[in-house]
């Protein structure tokens, strides 16, 4: 697969991962660029035997936006408000304005309470849609860990936003 | 690698591939214990999820495209590899340049530690040197034998 391809394939994941953990769509805009921006610039070295598109990519990304997370020192001092701009309200078919600014508030909501590492870990499972495993070995930790803080993450995120109590 | 790509059920234009499909329809079901409103629950976490990532500001991906597009070019790998090397030699050169001597005048005669001048024991030898007188520790003139002194008479 060459590189317009992979582009293609993997921009809206890698954007909704960024915009996921950074929560600004300006910010996430240009990591997603220089994620690219770096992915092409080492493209010749990508090794299949090494991992997938999806764990070369998203190691990528998670390595940016923890550098910029870092850099910005806003980890600890995100407001809720600011995930406003995730989720913008899509005027399409479906639910009304309203509702889905109400669906997103309320997602945006359940995000900011999750710890950085489970919002991390949710958002790679949900965009990058790797295993467990294949988690485990970009982010360093354990597998069952991984699969513990998933589960009590998904626990969170339902009792938030379904009301399904664990 | 992938799959075919179709539309998703969430607005989404990039279907997931099959597998990747396959693997959050076990996350969800991995994460509700087998309990039908979790993981009508579950599913309703994921489809958040999916639209709010299906959602990108419009012309996002071409202005990202657009810059991978108009970046400057990689330098040549001659310069990339020579980089380092040049570098030092310029440090090499800067600290020739900074350390060279100056332009005062090195004196031409360096103090010579050997000298007699500098060995008080040997003085008086050193000045038989540059008297003229030869010193010949042999000879009855310079080698007084002093009986009394030497056996302590």
């Known amino acids: 697969m060459d590189f317009a391809g992979i582009y293609e394939e993997f921009f809206r994941r890698i954007y909704a991962y960024i915009n996921c953990r950074v929560g600004l769509q300006a910010a996430a805009e240009d990591l997603s660029s220089l994620v690219f921006q770096k992915a092409l610039a080492r493209f010749a070295q990508y090794d299949p035997a090494r991992g997938s598109h999806a764990q070369w990519l998203f190691g990528i ?3 940016e936006v923890n550098y910029h997370l870092r850099k910005a020192a806003i980890l600890k001092f995100i407001p809720l408000d600011l995930f406003g701009d995730i989720f913008p309200a899509d005027a399409a078919a479906g639910p009304g304005p309203a509702e889905t600014e109400a669906r997103s508030a309320a997602l945006a909501a359940a995000l900011a309470e999750l710890a950085p590492k489970e919002r991390d870990l949710i958002s790679l499972k949900f965009y990058s849609e790797m295993n467990n495993r294949e988690i485990a070995r970009l982010t360093g930790l354990g597998e069952s860990n991984v699969g513990t803080i998933l589960y009590r993450c998904m626990a969170k995120l339902r ?3 379904t009301g399904v109590n664990i | 690698m992938h799959g075919k790509t179709e539309k998703t059920p969430y607005g989404g234009k990039y279907m ?6 396959g693997e959050l329809e076990n996350f969800i ?6 309990e039908p409103q979790k993981t009508a629950a579950n599913r309703e976490v994921l489809a958040r999820f999916m639209k709010a990532g299906a959602e990108i500001p419009p012309g996002a991906m071409e202005r990202v495209r657009a810059s991978l597009e108009s ?5 040549p790998w001659f310069y990339r590899k020579a980089a380092p090397a040049l570098a030092l030699c310029a440090v090499a050169v800067a600290a020739v340049i900074l350390t060279r001597p100056s332009g005062e005048p090195v004196p031409l005669v360096s103090p010579d530690w050997r000298s007699y001048e500098n060995f008080p024991y040997y003085a008086a030898e ?16 310079t080698l007084v034998i002093d009986a009394a002194s030497a056996y302590g008479l």
């Open chain 2, 126 to 141: 050193g000045r038989l040197y540059v008297s003229g007188v030869s010193p010949d520790w042999r000879s009855a003139d």
């Open chain 1, 159 to 161: 009792k938030r936003l």
């Open chain 2, 29 to 34: 079901k991995e994460t509700s214990d087998n």
């Open chain 2, 71 to 75: 970046r400057p070019a990689a330098a």
């Open chain 1, 61 to 63: 990304a998670r390595n």
């Open chain 2, 16 to 21: 997931k591939p099959d597998k990747e499909q």
